[in-house]
């Protein structure tokens, strides 16, 4: 019996449980490309990285707004054997010449572009996400403006087709739906060269599934939180029908 939940919401199938397991059901070549915000363990701005998700990641006038994410407390190295296990089971369903883009903050970069190779994939390059100068001052210091997305491809790629922008300029939402969450525009920014099915192993609230259901590419995304997997049900169901 399995352990994970599967829910279809138009052309989105959404599962809930854990990436590592419910990838290693899915079929082989039945996956277009890979977009995903994985939990970066990064530790954010503290040293422990066991502190709760709110105390890493955000400013103390916004904790208890959105609930605690999971599997954010890794050390570097299992971070990257990690990375690599996900992106291997990832790489078994893309059909060749298909993407991956992965996102990091700058500490988690190196290990992330590690990762990708291990698991076989070609690295190509990192996109900037630009949070422009509403992202977070730091006093005598650079403003901490930037996250990337690490991307490569599954063996070669024909040099056909559109050219997707490399540097993504959008703020952090003001409304948010996750800790985490990023702005649907950066996502739809991410997948203009994608036709899909895409994959999202780490789907939170669902914002790379809001694209895709906006654009009309199939989706298939994974949350092992409960409160987060419904959240990313109701916002795809409502780009995809309308508010109730
Ligand atoms: C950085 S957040 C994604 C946020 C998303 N981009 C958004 O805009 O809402 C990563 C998500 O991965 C989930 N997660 C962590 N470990 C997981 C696992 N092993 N399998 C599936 N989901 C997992 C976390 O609960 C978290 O919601």
Request: neutral net charge; aromatic residues 8%.
């Amino acid at each position: 019996m399995s352990r994970f939940e599967i829910r279809s919401i138009g052309s989105a199938t959404l599962y809930r449980g854990d990436a590592l397991e419910v990838l290693t059901t899915l079929a082989p070549g039945s996956i277009g490309d890979v977009l995903t915000d994985p939990p970066y363990s990064s530790g954010g701005n503290v040293r422990d990285k066991a502190q709760a998700t709110s105390a890493k990641y955000q400013s103390s006038e916004h904790r208890g707004l959105y609930p605690e994410f999971q599997g954010d407390t890794r050390d570097q190295r299992s971070y990257l054997a990690w990375s690599t296990l996900w992106m291997g089971r990832a790489r078994d369903l893309v059909a060749p010449g298909g993407m991956i883009a992965a996102f990091s903050d700058w500490r988690q970069v190196p290990v992330t572009s590690d990762a990708l190779q291990c698991a076989g994939w070609v690295w190509r390059g990192i996109v900037t996400w630009d949070k422009t100068e509403r992202s977070r001052p730091q006093l005598g210091r650079y403003r901490n403006q930037t996250e990337f997305a690490v991307w490569g491809t599954n063996g070669p790629r024909p040099l056909v087709g559109a050219t997707a922008p490399g540097v993504i300029r959008e703020p952090v939402p003001k409304v948010k739906h996750h800790i985490a969450g990023k702005p649907v525009e950066l996502m739809d920014g991410l997948m203009t060269i994608m036709k899909g099915p895409v994959l999202d192993p780490f789907m939170g609230s669902g914002t790379v599934g809001v694209a895709c259901a906006a654009r009309g590419i199939p989706y298939v995304g994974i949350e092992v939180d409960p409160t987060y997997f419904e959240i990313a049900c109701r916002r795809i169901e409502e780009t995809q029908c309308g508010p109730p």
